[in-house]
């Protein structure tokens, strides 16, 4: 009930939803092995849903036996140089850029 002369105050909706999904996450690990794929659900649905950019990977390809070579642009003291190499190369400057066996696999 709004009070008068009083403004209502603004709820930070990131902490309610951050408190939301520790309730949903403990709620799913006290139950059973379902509930715990329910918790790795809400881990993966909260990640896309929270982030303007999300990644999943792995450090590691057992499919090539290979440990990905990865170059973040933006910790590379020629990222600038290098993401324009990237658009004379491929035709693209945006990032992620991800090459497997020679061969681009995906952009942005």
């Keep these: 009930m709004a009070m008068v002369g009083h403004r ?14 520790i ?9 059973n092995s379902v509930g ?6 809400a881990f993966v649905q909260n990640a896309i849903l929270s982030n303007k950019i999300v990644i999943f990977s792995k450090s590691y390809c057992s499919e090539l036996n290979e440990q990905p070579f990865v170059v973040e642009l933006d910790l590379s003291e020629d990222g600038d ?3 324009y190499e990237l658009l004379e190369f491929v035709g693209h400057r945006t990032v ?3 090459f497997v066996k020679r061969q681009k696999a995906s952009c942005c």
Aim: hydrophobic residues 55%; charged residues 15%; without cysteine.
């Design 81 to 83: 140089q290098i993401q």
């Design 8 to 21: 209502p105050r603004r709820v930070d909706v990131t902490a309610v939803h951050m408190v939301l999904l």
């Design 23 to 31: 309730i949903v996450m403990v709620i799913s690990d006290l139950s």
């Design 36 to 41: 715990a794929e329910k918790s790795v659900l």
């Design 96 to 98: 992620p850029q991800v």
